[in-house]
């Protein structure tokens, strides 16, 4: 992931959302249930107090190449995937975004698949291609919900708050 102010914020503000919904989930006994709605109540504030955080818009700016089809990666691992593609047969397309700080975020897309190269890791999922969004972990096919995590083709974290603020 792209060390940004906004992708540091939103993988908290995730993080603590999460938190909050997993205290709902515990199943804690009856007599627990006063303590439980203190820490809930404590922990909306927490996530209500971090999301009045949230940092201004990066000022990056990107050029994102179109899909090239048929294109071969310049990250090494993504080319290694690309191989694999070729033995099997399957098209792909690949995206190159740069910033105008010199960072890349590379993604590679085969139907509804996609592998991505942003800041020095790797994250792979369901592709849509009508947002343009990299949803980490999910596979439709393999029933696999996902992490959550969704990526943009300049390596930023989507994220919609689920609290209201």
Known sequence: MLRTAMNE????????????????E?????????????????????????????????ERKWKVTPAQEGGTPKDE???????????DGVEWSVYLATSDKGETVETLVAEDRAWMAAGGEYYVGQWDEDTQQL???????????????????????????????
């Open 26 to 58: 515990v199943g804690l006994p009856a007599s627990m249930k006063g303590l439980q709605e203190k820490a809930e109540e404590a922990m909306l504030a927490l996530v209500r107090g971090w999301l009045a955080q949230k940092p201004k818009p990066d």
């Open 9 to 24: 914020w939103a993988m908290k503000a995730i993080q603590l959302e999460t938190a909050l919904m997993a205290l709902d």
């Open 77 to 87: 691992e993504l080319a290694d995937v690309v191989t694999h593609m070729k033995e």
């Open 135 to 165: 949803e980490v972990g999910r596979d439709d096919e393999e029933g696999d919900l996902g992490t959550g995590l969704i990526f943009t083709l300049q390596g930023e974290l989507v994220f919609e708050p689920q609290i209201e603020a």
